[in-house]
Nanobody
């Protein structure tokens, strides 16, 4: 069983930055795919970025490429999302998720592929 706890959300103005963190516990003995997702009010949950903890391969949604960076610290069992040049359309609840398999380049953004989810952290970007 994997437990995920997000932190680091908040309110910023457009153009600002935030760094989200996700602390993982309960199942850290093997490499797997970890992702960040977001869900805005009235919209479906969407994949933002993912990383394979075993090799460091990363994947990004087109909407965040060049602005967001996903990273990991295996020693701390932690996942991060550095978000720069934030836009009002980035406003959403952000979730950390884990899939106990390697990332797949063609499906890393599928919500149904992830077994474990955190409770989410709110990011609000004002114009």
């Amino acid at each position: 069983q994997v437990q995920l706890v997000e932190s680091g959300g908040g309110s910023v103005q457009a153009g600002g930055s935030l760094r989200l963190s996700c602390a993982a516990s309960g199942y850290t003995g093997r490499s797997y795919c970890m992702g960040w997702f977001r869900q805005a009010p009235g919209k479906e949950r969407e994949g933002v970025a993912a990383i394979y903890t075993g090799g460091g391969s990363t994947y990004y949604a087109d909407s965040v490429k060049g602005r967001f960076t996903i990273s990991q610290d295996n020693a701390k069992n932690s996942l991060y999302l550095q978000m720069n040049s934030l836009k009002p359309e980035d406003t959403a609840m952000y979730y950390c998720a884990a899939d106990l398999r390697p990332c797949n380049g063609g499906s890393w953004y599928w919500v149904v592929g992830y077994n474990y989810w955190g409770q989410g952290t709110q990011v609000t970007v004002s114009s």
